[in-house]
């Protein structure tokens, strides 16, 4: 049986990061964004991405170093999601079959 701290944990996780997404529409759905406005919410993705991965630069893991170095070459020909799924399952085998 799960503990209730635990499970309480999960469902304040879980809201807390329902608000974050919706957050962001809840401020700015009456108001019309600028150009610089635009431009940083659309460079946000981005910036988060960039933080997932920032720890790979530092790591002496060969495989990580490996899927850091497929996730940036994905990354300067495809969009976003197809590099985050590629960069996702290139450390994930990576780290399988490199150890």
Known sequence: MID????????L????????RIGGYIVLRNRALGTRATAVMEA???C???SVIAPSFVSRNPADLAALAVT????????????????????GLLRHVMG
């Not at 209730?4 to 469902?11: G, R």
């Not at 996780?13 to 974050?20: E, S």
């Not at 985050?84 to 399952?89: E, R």
């Open 4 to 11: 209730m701290a635990t499970l309480l944990a999960i469902v």
């Open 72 to 91: 940036i070459l994905a990354a300067t020909r495809l969009s976003m999601l197809p590099t985050v799924v590629i960069g996702i399952a290139s450390a």
């Open 44 to 46: 946000a993705p981005g």
């Open 48 to 50: 988060v991405l960039i």
């Open 13 to 20: 996780m879980a809201c807390v990061t329902y608000l974050t």
